[in-house]
């Protein structure tokens, strides 16, 4: 059962423009949501995070949206830059249980 | 400031035969989580340590053991190798903090069962 899903395996987009990634999930008892991201042959690393109780955050061309409602979340990159071609992960995180669950990644490639 | 450091960075396997993993953390982290990464697949929880104890455990058989060291370095054994347990295990140092834990990650190591 895929508690975090992310449909698009990938996706390309010219540099300068916005990069929109997706995230679905089922259960209601994450209270953070993450971004990390993968180069080949480097472990992830830590992008961006927000909490359950907002609904927005931002951090420089990195801007995190959460609609409870819907149990979605979109990763903005705006602008779009070549050295952000990268997978990134969404992850989702329940406070006292230690573990995140990763949803599968997309493959982000910005073309210059 | 070293980050985490997983040795070996590649390994081939045998069905059947076991396979030990180390990890040592960023530093100033005192627990370690490891995690199986499929091809195609996000990271999956197998198991975090903390004070040389495991803390939680993912949906992964009792093949999967590990262990902490007082040093906080950390290791991933997998005994009866499968051909299914092919993947990158990736090893993340933490250190408590308020609301989630952010992950700091190794490189991995790719092991290949065959």
């Known amino acids: 059962d895929q508690q975090v899903k992310q449909n698009s395996p990938s996706l390309s987009v010219q540099e300068g423009r916005i990069s929109i990634l997706n995230c679905d999930y089922t259960n209601s008892m994450f209270d953070y949501f993450l971004w990390y991201k993968k180069y080949p042959a480097e472990g992830p690393t830590f992008l961006i995070s927000?909490?359950?109780?907002?609904d927005k955050n931002e951090d420089g061309r990195f801007t995190v949206f959460l609609n409870k409602s819907a149990k979605h979340l979109s990763l903005h990159i705006v602008p779009s830059q070549p050295g952000d071609s990268a997978v990134y992960f969404c992850?989702?995180?329940?406070?006292?249980?230690?573990?995140?669950?990763f949803g599968t990644g997309t493959r982000l490639k910005v073309l210059a | 400031d070293a980050g985490v450091t997983q040795s070996p960075t590649h390994l081939i396997k045998t069905r059947g035969q076991q396979v030990t993993l180390r990890c040592s953390p960023k530093?100033?982290?005192?627990?370690v989580s490891w995690y199986q990464q499929a091809l195609g697949q996000g990271p999956q929880f197998i198991f975090q340590y903390y004070e040389e104890e495991e803390r939680q455990r993912g949906n992964f058989p009792d093949r999967f053991s590990g262990h902490q060291f007082p040093n906080y370095s950390s290791e991933l054994n997998v005994n009866a190798l499968l051909l299914g347990d092919s993947a990158l295990y990736l090893c993340?140092?933490?250190?408590?903090?308020?609301?989630?834990?952010?992950?700091?990650f190794g490189s991995g190591t790719q092991l290949s069962v065959l």
């Open positions: 927000i909490s359950s109780i907002k």
């Open positions: 993340a140092s933490s250190t408590p903090g308020s609301g989630y834990e952010k992950l700091f």
């Open positions: 530093s100033g982290h005192d627990t």
């Open positions: 992850a989702a995180y329940t406070s006292g249980t230690y573990k995140y669950i």
